[in-house]
């Protein structure tokens, strides 16, 4: 199946998976990388160094291009977002927080992105950051950037207009 998602992050189908903090461990992420869709691993609250490890494993077990989700409130996210650069973690995502300061270097070093945003969050700010893939959740951030849960249905139009 061809799609401008798939041919931009080279998976076969047009599945991402969610990055959830503490569940998408490198298992899941090379699982549904493997299947053909974008694996992603959900760095959260964790330490640096447990993301590290986590890439390397992902990269062992599959060849297929894979993520990271980088929760930009982590305390360690500055050496989150370099270890995605060394270990060449070739697909970001960012959520709860403006990753507006990692982007030159992400889009140097070839890593495709998306900007998670939540239904709330006034996009058009960011509009200037975005890189080419804008994800968007009904909520993103674990409840960071809002308390109110809605359909994705509810969330697609509305975001799109807003950013376009």
Same mark, same amino acid.
């Given at each position: ?11 076969? =189908?047009?599945? /991402?998976?969610?990055?959830? &903090?503490?569940?998408?461990? =490198? ?7 493997? &299947?053909?869709? /974008?694996?992603?691993?959900? &760095?959260?609250?964790?330490? &640096? ?6 890439? *390397?494993?992902? !990269?062992? +077990? ?15 996210? #500055?050496?989150?977002? !370099? ?18 300061? =990692?982007?030159? *270097?992400?889009?140097? %070093? ?9 239904? #709330? ?16 959740? +009904?909520?993103?951030?674990?409840? %960071?950037?809002? #308390?109110?849960?809605? /359909? ?13």
């Amino acid at each position: 199946m061809k799609t401008r998602v798939t041919e931009l992050l080279g998976i076969e =189908y047009p599945i /991402l998976q969610g990055g959830m &903090a503490w569940v998408a461990e =490198y298992h899941l992420a090379a699982a549904v990388s493997e &299947a053909g869709g /974008l694996g992603i691993l959900g &760095a959260g609250g964790a330490p &640096a160094e447990f993301v590290r490890e986590q890439i *390397q494993k992902v !990269k062992e +077990a599959t060849k297929r291009p894979f993520g990271v989700n980088l929760m930009l409130m982590n305390p360690e996210a #500055d050496e989150i977002a !370099k270890i995605i650069l060394e270990e060449g973690v070739p697909v970001v995502t960012a959520g709860a927080g403006n990753p507006g300061k =990692y982007m030159a *270097q992400w889009k140097e %070093a070839g890593v495709k992105g998306g900007r998670v945003f939540h239904r #709330d969050l006034n996009t058009s700010k960011f509009h200037s950051l975005l890189p080419p893939v804008c994800l968007s959740a +009904a909520q993103a951030g674990s409840g %960071a950037a809002g #308390d109110r849960i809605h /359909l994705y249905c509810s969330i697609f139009p509305p975001l799109c207009h807003r950013i376009s």
